[in-house]
Antibody, heavy 121, light 107 residues
């Protein structure tokens, strides 16, 4: 059974940093691209970032480019999202999701339950 | 960047109704479109990929069509479990983008 478990969310001050993790199990992690999608309270889904199965290709939304780094450790079946210079508008539930191919250009067939990041001074 | 626009934003319908949700892309995305269902407090669920391919385990009352810039999601006979918010997503090019969502409510 595919499982994705996010962690690392919490309350952080504007300008601060946070690293989100997503522990994957139930599939060959290195064979699939992974994605982070976020959802602000009461709002729609926003694609944030994606990484290929090998980790060699990464992609970012304009809203986070330069402040966020996606990475993965295929030895530990874990996806990461390092977020720096956080802003109030980064407040959201962050979902990690598995894509249907090693190439990031595919839809997401499994999703975690999300981890909440809240910006507050 | 490609913008995705869904209509309507809210749809009121009854059990047994046939409903259609539209998604328009700001430029051609071929058939690289997915549809997701999301219920409150839950993660999205993939329903349709490549515009018209039904994800395994998804009931056949869900169908998708379209190509280029205009796409539709149709539910042939609404069931109580179908009342949720639906999102389209293009994966033709990065950054991937979602529509703003269509909330399907009980009339």
């Amino acid at each position: 059974e595919v499982q994705l478990l996010e962690s690392g969310g919490g309350l952080v001050q504007p300008g601060g940093s946070l690293r989100l993790s997503c522990a994957a199990s139930g599939f060959t992690f290195s064979s699939y691209a992974m994605t982070w999608v976020r959802q602000a309270p009461g709002k729609g889904l926003e694609w944030v970032s994606a990484i290929s199965g090998s980790g060699g290709s990464t992609y970012y939304a304009d809203s986070v480019k330069g402040r966020v780094t996606i990475s993965r450790d295929n030895s530990y079946n874990t996806l990461y999202l390092q977020m720096n210079s956080l802003r109030a508008e980064d407040t959201a539930v962050y979902f990690c999701a598995k894509q249907t191919n090693s190439d990031p250009g595919y839809p997401c067939d499994y999703w975690g339950q999300g981890t909440l990041v809240t910006l507050s001074s | 960047d490609i913008q995705m626009t869904q209509s309507p934003s809210t749809l009121s319908a009854s059990v047994g109704d046939r409903v259609t949700i539209t998604c328009r892309a700001s430029q051609s995305i071929s058939s690289w479109l997915a549809w997701y269902q999301q219920k409150p407090g839950k993660a999205p669920k993939l329903l349709i990929y490549k515009a018209s391919s039904l994800e395994s385990g998804v009931p056949s009352r869900f169908s998708g069509s379209g190509s280029g810039t205009e796409f539709t999601l149709t539910i042939s006979s609404l069931q109580p479990d179908d009342f949720a918010t639906y999102y389209c997503q293009q994966y033709n090019s990065y950054p991937c983008s979602f529509g703003q969502g269509t909330k399907l409510e009980i009339k």
